[in-house]
């Protein structure tokens, strides 16, 4: 087989462990999965009577077009219907991106870390990966810039980032975007946009008027509930999307994904809820933090990163033994750290007693070795 070299060397990606899979590993009867960004109260009760009541014929495909959402969705946003392209999830517009836009021969430019996926999708096309580092969990926009040249052809954007929850403010954005060259797509993945409280947060869908040159991305697999159902969407300008069309496949997502986010989106009353639960719960671990003294970043997500000092595959496995399964930061690029993503209150706190007792136990141990070195 003449495989791509560069797709040999690449690794699949790996999904947080399932609840299935650790059950039968440790034998617990609870497990709470705190790992993948989910919305942890699930999606709203009106998508899941749509989809009782669902009686159109599975034999059919699904509608390509994905008319009624497009339709409810240009509407809500105040946009086109050819400004909208949808995607089995994020993952697949980033894919069709990728598909449509990068080469040998040329670049693209990203944070690091940020969502792999970019980098991953990437490399399998061939294009040269160019990283810029964090700095203080934000993305470096100076420096970023200062790696575009005239082979970039996509920088991505991930605000807020995943896996840090930092997110860009509309001043530095404004001023970004006004210095990449028009022929560079931006691609702004806003996956917890539903999340940010930010009041410097900028409205992109009024930079997409002043920028043809940039794509926003969205999903209904976060704050909407329905990560199973993958479906996520881009705006942009109509030439954008409309260059962009061919490299997505037909049919791509499905008539019941559809359905529930047209559903979905007809109840911002629960996605009201669901951001509010997702404050309160962030401010639950913020105030664990600051008493034990851990490092972190404000979040605009639904999510935190928690800096506990040690190898992160460590409180990883401490929290997994006990029936929480975070991520730990060592494969997002914070090997002492790990994310967790924020769950009720219940959950929140039940995690939170197990990160003390983690805290403590490492205390104890660390004392009792400093004293048998004495």
Same mark, same amino acid.
Not at 119 to 148: P, T, Y
């Given at each position: 087989m003449r495989w791509k070299e560069d797709v040999l060397q690449l690794t699949p990606y790996q999904p947080g462990k399932s609840i299935g899979e650790v059950k039968r590993q440790y034998g617990l009867e609870k497990i709470v999965k705190l790992a993948s960004n989910e919305n942890p109260f699930g999606c709203s009760g009106q998508v899941l009577e749509k989809i009782r009541t669902f009686d159109n014929s599975l034999a059919l495909y699904p509608d390509g077009y994905a008319t009624e959402i497009r339709e409810a969705l240009a509407s809500k946003l105040g946009v086109s219907e050819g400004q909208l392209i949808f995607g089995n999830g994020s993952d697949e517009n980033i &894919? /069709? /991106?990728?598909? @449509?836009?990068?080469?040998?021969? *040329?670049? %693209?430019? #990203?944070? @690091?870390? %940020? *969502?792999? &996926?970019? !980098?991953?999708?990437?490399? /399998? +096309?061939? @294009? $040269?990966?160019? +990283?810029? &580092?964090?700095?203080?969990? +934000?993305?470096?926009? $100076?420096? #970023?810039?200062?790696?575009?040249? $005239? !082979? %970039?052809?996509?920088v991505w954007l991930c605000s807020p980032n995943n896996p840090t929850g930092a997110y860009i403010n509309e001043e530095k954005l404004l001023s970004f975007l006004k210095r990449v060259p028009t022929e560079t797509l931006v691609v702004l993945d806003e996956a917890y946009y539903e999340y940010v409280v930010a009041d410097d947060y900028y409205d992109s869908i009024e930079l997409i008027k002043q920028f043809e040159n940039l794509i926003v991305l969205r999903t209904f697999s976060k704050i909407y509930g329905l990560a199973s159902l993958r479906i996520g969407y881009g705006i942009g300008n109509e030439k954008v999307i409309q260059a962009l069309e061919p490299a997505r496949e037909p049919f791509n997502t499905s008539t019941f994904a559809q359905t529930a986010a047209k559903a979905a989106l007809e109840d911002q009353s629960y996605v009201e809820m669901c951001r509010l639960k997702n404050r309160e719960g962030l401010e639950q671990y913020y105030q664990f933090c600051d008493q034990q003294q851990l490092s972190y970043t404000k979040s605009q997500g639904n999510f935190i990163l928690i800096d506990f000092k040690v190898d992160g595959n460590e409180v990883f496995q401490y929290f997994l033994e006990r029936g929480f399964i975070v991520r730990s930061g060592v494969a997002l690029g914070f090997p002492t750290s790990v994310r967790v993503t924020v769950g009720s209150k219940a959950e929140n706190a039940e995690m939170i007693e197990i990160m003390k007792a983690f805290v403590f136990e490492k205390i104890a141990t660390q004392s009792s070795q400093t004293h048998t070195q004495q």
């Open positions: &894919q /069709i /991106i990728s598909r @449509a836009l990068l080469r040998p021969g *040329f670049n %693209t430019v #990203m944070a @690091a870390p %940020t *969502f792999p &996926q970019y !980098k991953h999708n990437a490399v /399998i +096309e061939g @294009a $040269e990966v160019r +990283e810029v &580092q964090l700095v203080g969990g +934000e993305h470096d926009l $100076e420096g #970023m810039l200062n790696k575009i040249d $005239e !082979k %970039t052809n996509v």
